[in-house]
């Protein structure tokens, strides 16, 4: 319990820290590779379906880790498809192309760290201007002004802490265009009225590299807040104050600071709040109470003055009902220690009444993969077996077993989820 407080109190505390911490904002990017006239293009002209002749050189600043601007330009050459097979005509036109565009972040929006620190993707989107201009066919040498309109996708791998390689799918949208690719066509009879939509289509393929500029330990396109470390001294301050927080007076494994009832007596079974249970409510406390199931008065040890079930009925009940459960923490087979009092009554019942034997049951919560959740739950029915054998119960009485999720709780509540992660017992 103490480990799950501090490890909560502790991540806080560095998150907080991580606010203030600065990160690099700007980067310089270059590129270079494939582009693909799509259309239009005059009748008997092909492309190629890779056409190498593209370059490009941006300048990005990002406001956070998750939103930035960049203004990149971009040039280059396309031709016609080549080869025997080839049925094109020749042409052979020059453009570059202008843009601002927006930036998001993937990595960080998605949060890629829970999988991989080294790989991100970033989404881009803009408008800028363009020209295009034939050098060959009857608009040979004509400048085609466009606007332009693209958006694209980049993934990268972090080489180091200043570089960055890159590759980048981007397809672009020419406004006004009023030629084909090719310089052969107009796209409508007069070049004077040729202005209309976005009516040219082509795309770029590049790889590349991105260089990051400033001294913070990362540039926002890896920055993580949770990442932020603490001083020595910081911790130290952080850590002290966490001991002092989690002091536990009466050692039933609930801290003061939580704990509602500070004056446990030794031995008690307490539940998460570090009170003392009183399962029947019949007011003798679960530790005192002979049948701590069944009420009655304290004369009778907390047991009915006229018994009609016999005591180990009561603790089949008891355990098979699911009254008796020991607790874990998300991702753990370590019992909590509030709840490890369950295992001693059972260990205490078996011990007096030699004939009962007991199933211990281990179980999950929904999240997370099924067959990890499977082993998990073996792993937690195996912790409180290992209890029971420590405390002096014969071997050959108990089995263990782990049922995997239980499915049977809200898995959108962490109440609920709390309450699937457990041990429980079967009477055999």
């Known amino acids: 319990m103490k480990k799950i407080i501090l490890s909560t109190i502790m991540a806080g505390a560095l998150a907080f820290g ?20 799509m259309a239009p293009l005059g009748p008997d002209f092909l492309s190629p379906t890779l056409n190498l002749g593209h370059i490009e050189f941006g300048a ?10 960049k203004l990149d330009y971009g040039f280059g050459s396309m031709r016609e498809a080549q080869g025997n097979d ?27 760290e829970s999988f991989t620190r080294s790989f991100g993707l970033l989404l881009h989107g803009g408008a ?31 080489l180091s802490k200043n570089i960055a390689l890159v590759g980048d799918i981007s397809t672009v949208l020419n406004g006004r265009q009023t030629v084909t690719w090719d310089g052969s066509t107009a796209i409508r009879p007069s070049t004077d009225n040729g202005f209309y939509g976005a009516n040219g289509t082509w795309w770029t393929g590049t790889l590349g590299l991105q260089f990051y500029l ?14 932020k470390y603490a001083t020595k001294e910081e911790l130290a301050t952080q850590i002290n104050g966490i001991k002092d927080m989690l002091k536990d007076s009466d050692g039933d494994g609930v801290p003061d600071y939580l704990d509602k009832e500070p004056n446990t007596p030794a031995g008690a079974r307490v539940n998460s709040s570090g009170m003392t249970m009183d399962s029947d409510g019949d007011g003798t406390p679960d530790h005192m109470d002979k049948c701590p199931f069944l009420p009655g008065p304290a004369s009778t040890g907390g047991c009915p003055v006229e018994e009609i079930v016999e005591q180990v009925d009561f603790f089949r009940k008891a ?9 874990y923490a998300f991702d753990s087979d370590k019992p909590l220690g509030y709840s490890t009092s369950a295992a001693n009554y059972v260990s205490n019942f078996l011990k007096k009444n030699p004939g009962v034997s007991v199933e211990v049951k281990g179980y999950a919560d929904e999240l997370g993969p099924e067959d990890y959740n499977m082993k998990l739950s073996e792993r937690r029915a195996k912790a409180v077996y290992d209890l029971l054998i420590a ?29 699937a992660r457990r041990a429980s017992f079967e009477v055999k």
Do not use: C
């Open 86 to 112: 080839s049925q094109s005509l020749p042409f052979d036109t020059k453009y570059f192309r202008m843009n601002l565009q927006g930036v998001a972040n993937i990595g960080r929006i998605m949060n890629f």
């Open 319 to 327: 355990l098979n009902d699911g009254y008796v459960n020991v607790y």
């Open 128 to 158: 800028g201007i363009g020209r295009v201009n034939p050098e060959e066919n009857l608009f040979n040498d004509f400048d085609d002004d466009v606007y332009t309109i693209m958006f694209g996708l980049t993934p990268q791998l972090k």
């Open 214 to 227: 400033g001294k913070s330990e990362e540039h926002a396109d890896w920055f993580i807040a949770a990442d």
């Open 391 to 419: 405390s002096g119960v014969d071997a050959s009485r108990i089995s263990y077993k782990g049922y995997g999720e239980d499915t049977s709780v809200d898995k959108s509540s962490a109440d609920a989820r709390q309450m």
């Open 18 to 37: 991580a606010n203030a911490q600065e990160f690099d904002k700007w980067s310089l990017e270059v590129g270079g590779g494939f582009n693909k006239p």
């Open 60 to 69: 990005r600043y990002m406001f956070n880790e998750k939103f930035g601007l």
